[in-house]
């Protein structure tokens, strides 16, 4: 496995961190959430294991309208608790495979009970680093993921990797915020990494580093661009608890202030995206 960075392991120990005990209230909440801003239906969410819905930290559902069939391989990246593993398990049934890779271990652990408990046999988590596949060439039809590979300090290895597992002519599709240049003020990139922003490129850059890997085809099937008020509430939520801290630290009306440039330089500016590339057939 590819050595950690120290912001591997930064990103490694908020994951562990935020992961959540399973509680009905709870999960209930989570996935109202998670419906409203990632566009997963309720129904197919009512069946997977309430862990792995209430510890669902993506940004999108990158499985939505992919082209995943019975008999498929799919290869999930930053795999977390599993939820977009479980859905595709189902979608390929007991002919297809679904491998999921992900760096945090305790992350794995939940995505192995959810697996267990959701009586699934054609789906495995592996541990590994997204910048290092443990994953044969050529073997995997679709590569999906959710919201990690902005977290990539190295995203030409990711799509590089990405291109080498795919079989030719297979595909990938998956959800990642994309973030025009400027939208973070310069205080700002520790304290908002690990809540997928500092990290995330902008779209024609994202879609060069596809090109530049090997794929073709590659293209923005549809964006979802954040408003203040969802921004307010992602930042306010938890996601980025060292703003929180700060907020709290500061006299109110300041905070008040501070928080409303902040939300004005980022309105409009980030989106979480679904992208898509597909690895050129031989002929
Ligand atoms: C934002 S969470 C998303 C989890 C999951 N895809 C979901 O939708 O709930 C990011 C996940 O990616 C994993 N991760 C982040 N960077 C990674 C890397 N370079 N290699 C492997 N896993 C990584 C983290 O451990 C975490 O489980």
């Not at 305790?106 to 009970?113: Q, T």
């Not at 993921?145 to 795919?166: Q, T």
Request: charged share 25%.
């Amino acid at each position: 496995m590819l050595e950690k960075t120290e912001l591997h392991e930064s990103i490694s120990q908020t994951y562990t961190r935020v992961l959540r005990q399973e509680s009905e209230e709870q999960t209930a909440t989570v996935q109202s959430a998670i419906t409203q801003l990632a566009d997963y239906g309720d129904s197919e969410l009512s069946v997977l294991p309430g862990d792995a819905v209430e510890n669902s930290f993506g940004c999108g559902n990158p499985l939505a309208f992919a082209g995943v069939k019975a008999g498929d391989v799919v290869l999930d990246l930053g795999s977390g608790a599993g939820i977009d593993l479980l859905l595709a398990a189902k979608v390929v049934g007991p002919e297809g495979r679904v491998i999921g890779v992900d760096m945090t271990d305790a992350m794995l652990e939940h995505a192995r009970e959810n697996i267990e408990k959701a009586g699934v046999t054609n789906a495995e988590v592996r541990k590994g680093m997204i910048e290092n596949l443990p994953v044969e060439d050529n073997s995997v039809d679709w590569v999906i993921s959710n919201c990690v590979i902005n977290l990539s300090p190295d995203k030409g290895k990711v799509f590089s990797e990405i291109a080498r597992v795919l079989k030719p002519g297979g595909a990938m599709q998956v959800s990642d915020i994309i973030m025009e240049q400027g939208a973070l003020p310069e205080w700002a990139p520790e304290a908002f990494y690990n809540a997928c922003l500092s990290g995330a490129i902008d779209e024609a850059k994202y879609l060069r580093d596809l090109a530049s890997a090997g794929l073709v085809q590659e293209r923005v099937l549809e964006r979802f661009t954040y408003d203040a008020s969802t921004l307010k509430g992602l930042a306010l939520g938890g996601e980025v608890p060292e703003l929180s801290d700060l907020l709290d630290r500061m006299d109110p009306k300041e905070a008040e202030v501070l928080l409303d440039d902040l939300l004005h330089q980022m309105e409009g500016k980030i989106s979480s995206a679904k992208i898509f590339a597909r690895k050129p057939q031989v002929d």
